[in-house]
């Protein structure tokens, strides 16, 4: 009975692919694609000339019973852009009709750039919380990220580079200054792995460029910083000086750590404000 394989391609340089990869597309009938001009680079390499079709975010749905079809009389091999497909990237609704079917999904692994982020962060591995790419809106990520502060683990995501800065500002004001590592374009020519605080990171990376995939300490045992008496009078303290609220919420968030809604509150409460 003909196979899906579900095949990881490399997720930068094109020597990291393994040999049962290489077998599987070479003898499959078809290979569906999320973006042929890359799979035909990989392809082109290694002198493979099976026939690729176009499977992405924009023409999963229309192009599923296609590739099911196919799949009744033919093996067809699922790659995506990098890594393994269906891991943010197109394949899951491919994958979950084939399982329906009772189609054999056979899965082909290799490299896989949160497990090589994580591997080479210094943060620990024995437990990690993957969040995908952030979401776009502050107000969504912010969310996200409240929900995931108490996770002991380890937390991966990825971020566009345009989006770097303001997901960084949402971790320190959210998560507190946590060490973390800023792994930049894994395996490609301009690799970087920094590693440091989130407030560091925000220094360091002033024009980010490439793929990012940041990897976050969890909340230790000491736990998220407390709003402490000395907080509060450091708060007194600025807004008897006539501090704005917002100048001396966001400085006393970057030295403690604690969260600017948290800090708000506690403004409120001193003597001679008002909301």
Not at 52 to 72: A, C, G, I, R
Not at 154 to 179: K, Q, S, W, Y
Not at 247 to 259: D, F, H, N, S
């Amino acid at each position: 009975m003909p196979s899906l394989f579900v095949v990881a391609t490399p997720i930068g340089n094109l020597e990291d692919v393994t040999l049962r990869a290489l077998r599987t597309l070479r003898e499959v009938k078809l290979i569906a694609a999320e973006d042929t001009r890359k799979t035909r680079q990989l392809l082109a390499r290694y002198d493979i000339k099976t026939p690729v079709t176009s499977y992405h975010e924009h023409n999963k749905l229309s192009k599923l019973d296609y590739l099911l079809e196919q799949l009744k009389e033919k093996n067809v091999a699922l790659v995506s852009d990098a890594g393994m497909p269906g891991i943010s990237d197109p394949g899951y609704e491919l994958i979950t009709s084939a399982i329906e079917g009772g189609i054999p999904v056979v899965p082909i692994p290799g490299p896989s750039v949160v497990i090589t982020a994580l591997a080479v962060s210094g943060l620990p591995t024995d437990r990690f919380t993957y969040l995908g790419f952030l979401p776009r809106k502050a107000s969504e990520r912010r969310l996200l990220l409240e929900s995931v502060a108490d996770e002991p683990g380890t937390i991966v995501c990825f971020e566009a580079p345009h989006r770097l800065a303001a997901a960084l500002n949402d971790m320190l004001h959210t998560l507190g200054d946590r060490r973390m590592a800023v792994c930049r374009e894994i395996t490609k020519l301009h690799e970087e792995v920094f590693r440091g605080t989130v407030n560091h990171a925000m220094q360091h990376f002033t024009e980010p460029r490439g793929e990012f995939t940041l990897v976050i300490e969890g909340k230790t045992q000491k736990g998220k910083p407390r709003l402490t008496e000395d907080i509060e009078r450091k708060l007194l303290k600025l807004h008897q000086s006539g501090t704005p609220a917002k100048e001396a919420i966001a400085r006393v968030a970057q030295e403690t750590g604690l969260p600017r809604r948290q800090l708000y509150q506690a403004w409120l409460r001193l003597p001679g404000t008002t909301q």
